[in-house]
Nanobody, 124 residues
Framework: EVQLVESGGGLVQPGGSLRLSCAASGFTFGSYDMNWVRQAPGKGPEWVSAIHSGGDSTYYADSVKGRFTIYRDNAKNTLYLQMNSLKPEDTAVYYC?????????????????WGQGSRVTVSS
């Protein structure tokens, strides 16, 4: 069973830092790209960051570029998001997500998986 379990959220003052973790299990973590997606209160999901399976390439939304860092430890099956210089507009539930590909004979299909989310609140 595929599981993604986020942790590390909480309440932090503007300008502060938090590190989110996502423990993955049930699939070959090191073979798949991973993403962080957030959803602010009353808004739709917003893609935040992505990292290739080997950790060699990373991508960021303009809203977090220069403040957030995504990285992974494939030996520990864990994804991270280091968030610095946090702003009130970063307040959201943060989810780690991935898309797994399945094969059966000549068919293949993909399915996305999300964790339960970790709430981050940036407020003074």
């Amino acid at each position: 069973e595929v599981q993604l379990v986020e942790s590390g959220g909480g309440l932090v003052q503007p300008g502060g830092s938090l590190r989110l973790s996502c423990a993955a299990s049930g699939f070959t973590f090191g073979s798949y790209d991973m993403n962080w997606v957030r959803q602010a209160p009353g808004k739709g999901p917003e893609w935040v960051s992505a990292i290739h399976s080997g950790g060699d390439s990373t991508y960021y939304a303009d809203s977090v570029k220069g403040r957030f860092t995504i990285y992974r430890d494939n030996a520990k099956n864990t994804l991270y998001l280091q968030m610095n210089s946090l702003k009130p507009e970063d307040t959201a539930v943060y989810y780690c997500t991935t898309i797994l590909t399945y094969y059966s004979g000549s068919y293949h299909w993909a399915r996305d998986y999300w964790g339960q989310g970790s709430r981050v609140t940036v407020s003074s």
